[in-house]
């Protein structure tokens, strides 16, 4: 589609960016779980940065990563508590600016961290900057849904807790755009999050939000079903769910505690008598499977959209498991030439807020009111 | 506690108002349920609204409700599509404005519907009122969680999408009123919703009520917790999570959506294969017992708050056991004089605002430059 992603692949093999540190459980799990990921594919190379030595040591214990692993020296480390604005001014030789640079200096195609998230947007806006057009960049998740695909794209969880209709709209093109390139819908169907289905209702941001993706959805290669609300979100109304990124957050949250709670009631209730102990025995394949379908660690990895360059950041609390999910979404993302496809998407939208919210004043712009 | 709750008690035999009408299943099943929970508690009475003949044909059959349930006639009902103003406007002969008019003459202290929630509300604020002091009323639920008591408070969850830190503020006093009445914890701990438990983050309006129920908690007998987060809903950090009426909306259904597709997820992993079938059977008193713990129909009931009188709204799609279980709700508010513990809570605490506030001001309030 975007010329820009055919160069990239003719450019030889696929190349990402990962930052070893910052995860809860410290760089030798990022390693393992690199190591599961380079097993399934032999044609991806990578940089790892972080302490050369420390990490050295690590990747020459993994066979699957001999030849293909290259280790940027990053001395520092981001922690958890720290401020985004201070690792922003101070930063510079941290793994995570580093794993970013390679990215900013096109050596690799997609930057994959578990560290502290605000610190991990803040820098990545410094670094890798806006996309022309793009007011304030978003996280997507994919979510556990009744649709064919089994998941649901959800934007923003968490960038910004503020979200005008022009952010709402950018959200919905970076949203279709991710369904497309990540779970392969040709025309996805996107829906803005709100308390009801009717037009009415709701904030008034939102009823212009409604007007404004409603005007653009055809020429962007989407299908607007308007409002859903939170019922909706592993629901089969829609394959991707629009909001701000403070009620995006406190969804995203509330339906993994929700989701946790429940396996751990289950839990419960299979260890409440022998017999009950028998029979989850018996169920053991049914309930990995259920397991399977809801373990957030398969699907693990927040995308950040609406950069010059795809960062996915995975869970903090990731397990190799979950580290070697959220370089393969990485891969996946790389492979689609997502990033190159999204700027070319809002690149060719131009400036959507004057053609949709005063669409005739651009024509007449002497005299609106003659 | 109140001198006026010790008043209603010495009234005679608890009288609970139940709208018939409104419910996805008809009048039929809200006399059933009513017959359920009338076998249970010989000392309450009931007013139940709509249609006589129609209803009093239902009464007759029921020998639980036999020279307990007064039908009032009231030949119209409130649709679920009726505008939430245009029943306020024309609705005096719905079963719905009946309903509420018993609590309001002080025929009845709880009202119970299943009708639609947003002319419920406004209804109930034009023939109630609001309690003095209180701005914007709340609906608050009951949420299961980790905690002992096996339920959290929730509020608001739709009753008003805007809610400011004052209305934040009541929200916590009516929300610690609840779970000291209806879950019976002597001191509540309450949190206030948000993305990210430090006190810097967050909306601004998040910060200032973060401040304003700080300086109230002691004199209102509950312990603030600060900020939580979408997780802790079902968690242990507190027992009455505080949001505006849109968070709390989305957060509420995105938590009933993922359990029911967990649910969904579950009965098909164990309908999967021979194997597993005979599974689920051994498995069914364990499953029971999960479901018995998140059933919705076991706490059904939106508590409208801030008003005077106590409202409970049914969940509009509830059986039998779910109506059984809203007016068991509506008893044990009823019985434990709540609506009136509130409202002197709500006086006693005066005008909110200026004392956390502009506290000084109050007292120089000729020369606060001085």
Known sequence: MSPLSDHRKADGPLVLSIDAMGGDRGPATIVAGLATFARKHEDVRFLLHGPRDELQALVDKRPALSGRCDVRDAPRVVSMEDKPSHVM??????????????????????????????????????????LPGVNRPAIA???????????????DVGADIRADADDLLKYAM??????????????????????????HKGRTELKAA???????????????????????????R???????????????????????????????????????RIASLLALTSLKRLQARIDPRRK?????????????????????????????????????GFGDRLAARIAAAGDTRPTAEDGPANEQKDGTDQ
Chains 1, 2 share one sequence.
């Not at 101070?90 to 050596?107: A, F, H």
């Not at 299908?223 to 909706?232: Q, R």
């Open 89 to 130: 001014r101070n930063g510079q030789d941290t793994s995570m600016w580093s794993t970013l640079d390679s990215v900013r200096d096109g050596e690799a195609t997609v930057a994959v961290s578990c560290g502290n998230t605000g610190a991990l947007m803040l820098l990545s806006m410094v670094r890798l900057r806006k």
């Open 238 to 276: 829609c394959d991707v769910i629009v909001t701000d990124g403070f009620t995006g957050n406190i969804a995203l949250k509330t339906g993994e505690g929700t989701a946790s709670l429940i396996g751990d009631l289950l839990r419960e209730a299979f260890a409440y008598s022998p017999l009950s």
């Open 300 to 336: 693990n990895g927040g995308v950040f959209l609406g950069l010059n360059g795809t960062v996915v950041k995975s869970h903090g609390a990731a397990d190799a498991t979950g580290v070697a999910a959220a370089v393969e979404l990485a891969y996946d993302l790389a492979q689609s």
């Open 141 to 155: 998740v994919l979510w556990p849904s009744r649709n064919p695909q089994g998941y649901n794209v959800i934007l």
């Open 174 to 199: 970076m949203g279709a755009s991710y369904a497309r390139n990540g779970l392969s819908l040709e025309q996805p169907r996107v829906g803005l999050l709100n308390v009801g289905t009717e037009e």
């Open 210 to 236: 409604h007007e404004l993706i409603s005007a653009n959805a055809e020429q962007n290669g989407f299908d607007f079903v308007g409002f859903v609300e939170g019922s909706d979100l592993p629901g089969t």
